[in-house]
């Protein structure tokens, strides 16, 4: 099929899950999607206005992309769930950086509002599908093979995360990797995917927590049924749906099945802030059976050093730990 | 005589930290045979070669040692340097030095020179710990700054703390505007022990607040690192908390002595020390960046006598693994 043109795609916020469907998909129509790459060194951040790290990388991504490409996609993400919201930086993300490009890239910016009749991830990439001169039937089955491509992206999610370096997890081309030694502890790494997955915020601390013999769990293994069971007992409810993730997730490895968890939090986030809180509070009712917690706050600050201080620590912690118990368990029998 | 040291076994614990280094040499029976604590003046390669100097002079150049580890923020720095058999965090290193020491301790507090922690032990275990993220208010620098913008040595500053009849408030939360406050409070004519009885209380409060926030802080409590020499600070701890502090005798050396127990414990076979010899050594830096991809590593390499001898910074591997 020729090459109808170029979309671009920015490397920042939910590009950190759903790249596979939005790249497939506008693939599949005959488009070139191009991603911004990573920063390096020198990257210079763009200061829009004094906002979160996440989303001024967006804005600096997107100025890379605007002179290279027809289009930038950047739906208004305001609503994933169908009762609960995203961060309202979402909403504004296209206008943002609309602002920030001066006009000179047109935006595909169709609502994604999951409370609303008629604006899911499908509904709206049609639209934009046909804003892009699609023929209804064309999109259809364009979406389709992403979604399926998607599903079963999430279905190896676990293999790609361990066994690749982080940077290539989410380039789509990389072979499958190589399957990483036995580790010693599964540490469940809680967060928004654009902290957690984006080596420019977490500085690469999964590819150091491997090297530490942890294997990486994520949020991204668990249904929404098994995170909404966890908030039904909180006395008020969590209405942003990344933060329902978060501590939802949270709760469900609290009860068992890894050795610790990990909490990357923006130093800027006020949902990370008070999600923080709630965190504490059911963790000094949890007690000491629970794994232990780390809560690493991150921000432009390019130093690696504290981070791996902490994680070593927090190795250590677990491995402490893990003697206690079998001690216990062998004066039990 | 050194035939006999060497049945007996001692390790070298080093703790480099961004502001002072410390060294201790202990026996196989944790008795400490010496102890260093030197100000680092921006040059960490030259401060633990003069400390190995020092070490020498002490225990004679002779002295045989089973064991390295290092601990601190240049730990890594540190082993390239001397050849160690252990790197270990320092807030492991802390822990075990306690442990040892105090085995019923609950809550460590550790304030250094730009680190501060919070340690919480269950039963002689580590179950939580934290460390100063975004602020570096009430640690050991910024001390030394105040004090020497009041013209007095730290250790007055301590001991003035106690002197305080009035403490006044001084905002602790940034230490650009603690400064501010305190010249303020001098201007309007309070004097300088109520000042800095002012500035240890409101230090310490935010140090409860900030490092320590949402932590179950439980006797018996563990004040160390090098602003535990303070008075001020310390009293101004046990007044907030209402309970005494546990200060070790070496509050300043508990990194490396730590550390040493830690090398200990592991019981290297052959220890990769590279000897006392290496204070009389040139030991030099020089870094370079890598243009080889987008990363552009700056890469560091450590010099002994013109020899590249080390190498690190690069995260692909690619120059370090020329050497062992």
């Not at chain 1, 942890?214 to 929404?224: F, H, K, P, Q, Y």
């Amino acid at each position: 099929m020729e090459e109808k043109g170029r979309i671009g795609i920015p490397r920042a916020l939910m590009f950190y899950r759903y790249f596979p469907l939005w790249k497939v998909f506008f693939e599949e129509l005959g488009w070139n999607v191009r991603v911004s790459d990573g920063l390096d060194k020198r990257g210079n951040i763009v200061y829009l206005e004094d906002s979160c790290f996440p989303m001024k990388l967006l804005v600096t991504h997107s100025l890379v992309l605007k002179t290279q490409v027809d289009y930038l996609y950047l739906p208004r993400l305001v609503s994933l769930h169908r009762h609960h919201m995203m961060c309202p930086k979402f909403r504004g993300a296209p206008d943002i950086v609309r602002l920030a490009t001066d006009g000179m890239v047109p935006i595909l910016d169709d609502l994604v509002d999951l409370r609303v009749k008629g604006h899911s991830m499908r509904e709206s990439l049609l639209k934009t599908g046909k804003r892009l001169g699609a023929k209804e039937a064309e999109s259809k089955q364009a979406f389709q093979k992403a979604e399926a491509f998607f599903l079963n992206f999430q279905k190896r999610w676990l293999e790609r995360i361990n066994n690749l370096p982080i940077k290539q997890v989410f380039d789509l081309e990389a072979p499958e990797g190589v399957e990483e030694p036995e580790k010693t502890f599964r540490v469940a790494f809680i967060g928004h995917p654009y902290n957690l997955f984006d080596p420019d915020v977490s500085k690469e601390i999964l590819t150091f927590a491997k090297s530490l013999g942890m294997r990486v769990i994520t949020s991204e293994t668990l249904s929404e049924r098994e995170i909404n069971a966890q908030l039904s007992d909180l006395s008020k409810e969590v209405y942003w749906s990344s933060g329902r993730e978060i501590v939802g997730s949270l709760f469900h490895f609290l009860s068992g099945g890894v050795d610790g968890m990990i909490f990357l939090t923006s130093f800027k986030c006020g949902i990370d802030a008070l999600l923080q809180e709630l965190i504490r509070r059911k963790l000094k009712r949890s007690g000491k059976v629970s794994p232990p917690l780390l809560i690493l706050s991150l921000d432009e600050h390019s130093g690696r050093e504290g981070l791996m201080t902490r994680l070593e620590a927090f190795r250590d912690v677990m491995e402490e730990r893990r003697h206690e118990f079998n001690l216990t368990y062998v004066r039990s029998t | 005589m050194s035939r006999y040291k060497n049945i007996m076994g001692n390790f070298l614990g080093i703790d480099v930290g961004s502001i002072t280094t410390k060294m201790v040499v202990i026996d196989e029976s944790h008795k400490l045979l010496a102890g260093l604590y030197l100000r680092n003046n921006g040059r960490p390669l030259e401060t633990i070669q003069q400390g190995l100097a020092i070490l020498a002079s002490r225990l004679g150049d002779d002295q045989a040692i089973d064991g390295v580890a290092t601990t601190g923020s240049a730990r890594h720095l540190a082993a390239y340097l001397v050849g160690a058999d252990l790197i270990k965090n320092e807030i492991t290193a802390h822990s075990v030095a306690v442990i040892d020491l105090f085995p019923k301790t609950k809550t460590i507090f550790e304030i250094g020179g730009q680190d501060s922690k919070v340690i919480l032990l269950r039963e002689g275990v580590v179950v939580d710990f934290a460390m100063n993220t975004v602020c570096a208010a009430g640690t050991g620098s910024f001390l030394d700054q105040q004090a020497a913008r009041l013209g007095i040595s730290i250790e007055e500053f301590g001991r003035l703390a106690l002197e305080a009849k009035h403490p006044v408030r001084v905002a602790g939360r940034c230490t650009v505007f603690a400064e501010t406050d305190m010249i303020h409070k001098q201007q309007i004519g309070h004097s300088v022990e109520d000042i800095i009885g002012g500035l240890c209380d409101s230090l310490v409060k935010n140090y409860l607040n900030n490092v320590c926030r949402g932590k179950e802080l439980l006797p018996p409590y563990v004040f160390q690192g090098g602003v535990a020499a303070n008075q001020g600070i310390r009293k101004a701890l046990e007044r907030e908390l209402e309970t005494p502090m546990l200060i070790p005798e070496h509050f300043g050396l508990m990194g490396a002595l730590g550390a040493a127990k830690l090398v200990k414990r592991a019981k290297p076979g052959r220890s990769r020390f590279k000897g006392f010899g290496l204070s009389k050594r040139s030991c030099t830096t020089r870094g370079f960046e890598c243009n080889e991809c987008g990363n552009q590593c700056e890469v560091v390499e450590l010099l002994v006598d013109e020899q590249v001898v080390a190498c690190w910074g690069d995260l692909c591997e690619r120059y370090r693994r020329s050497y062992p």
